[in-house]
């Protein structure tokens, strides 16, 4: 009994008689051909079974939480900035995220990033 049914795919067909066989039940153990009476193991079913499970396709709502929650922690370090009372020339809101930048030389001052927290609307100051 070395025989095996052919892959074709995600499809088995009886090595015998070339018959589709048919999906095997949660609780079967083996298919049996429904032209010739052949039985094949249900385990032979399994590397199917795996590699259809794999398939990016197979679970997209899975992958796409995923990459969702990624991008959420992205942007908490993004704006894990200095919150000041600041107008925003947009939306007149008083609150914005400030952030020096050092790119000037000292003698030039200083330039500060602001983003509205209500509108995320960016402007900068010069000192
Ligand atoms: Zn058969
Ligand atoms: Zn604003």
Not at 95 to 116: F, H, M, N, P, V
Request: hydrophobic residues 30%; aromatic residues 6%.
């Amino acid at each position: 009994m070395s025989k095996h049914a052919h892959k074709i795919g995600a499809l088995l067909f009886c090595p015998d008689c070339g018959t589709l066989l048919n999906l095997p039940a949660d609780n079967e153990t083996e298919v049996k051909c429904e032209q010739c009476g052949r039985k094949e193991p249900a385990s032979s079913y399994e590397d199917i079974e795996i590699i259809t499970r794999s398939h990016p396709d197979a679970f997209p709502s899975a992958l796409a939480q995923k990459r969702k929650t990624q991008t959420k922690v992205h942007e908490g370090e993004d704006l894990n900035l200095l919150k000041v009372t600041e107008k925003c020339p947009s939306c007149g809101h008083m609150e914005a995220y400030s952030k020096e930048l050092q790119l000037r030389s000292a003698d030039e001052g200083s330039t500060i990033l602001y983003t509205c927290v209500k509108c995320r609307f960016g402007w900068r100051i010069n000192n």
